[in-house]
């Protein structure tokens, strides 16, 4: 389990630390921020973590989030919004096949 979270934070941080990896951003919703990368980005697991034309959900446990409020923030602060309220963040990831894509979206609620 702990495998799970540390992949989605290593994938989180070399966006932070590599945004050019980024090919679009979207922030379609209030609370939603959704990342595209390349599928030929090197990601431990990501047959795991980035299952193929499917949705793998995870909620975020609370000591996690509270670990990495600033990287959660950051992501906000780049969409040109204030970083909403929140009891809880959703981590969606998937491999979009068709488009060449690895999405992670982040899910404050």
Same mark, same amino acid.
């Given at each position: 389990m702990e495998l799970k979270y540390d992949s989605i934070f290593q994938? #989180?941080?070399?966006?932070?630390?590599?945004?050019?990896?980024?090919i679009k951003s979207k922030s379609p919703?209030?609370?939603?921020?959704?990342l595209f990368i390349a599928d030929d980005t090197e990601i431990e697991h990501a047959d795991v973590f980035f299952p193929a034309n499917k949705l793998m959900v995870n909620?975020?446990?609370?000591?996690?989030?509270?670990?990495?409020?600033a990287l959660f923030k950051t992501y906000w602060e780049k969409a040109g919004?204030?970083?909403?309220?929140?009891?809880?963040?959703?981590?969606?990831?998937?491999?979009?096949?068709?488009?060449?894509?690895?999405?992670?979206? #982040?899910?404050?609620?």
């Open positions: 994938v #989180l941080n070399r966006i932070q630390h590599d945004p050019k990896i980024v919703y209030q609370n939603v921020i959704q909620r975020l446990p609370d000591d996690f989030i509270k670990n990495h409020r919004k204030p970083l909403p309220n929140f009891a809880e963040i959703w981590a969606t990831t998937a491999h979009l096949k068709r488009s060449n894509t690895y999405l992670i979206e #982040l899910s404050f609620e």
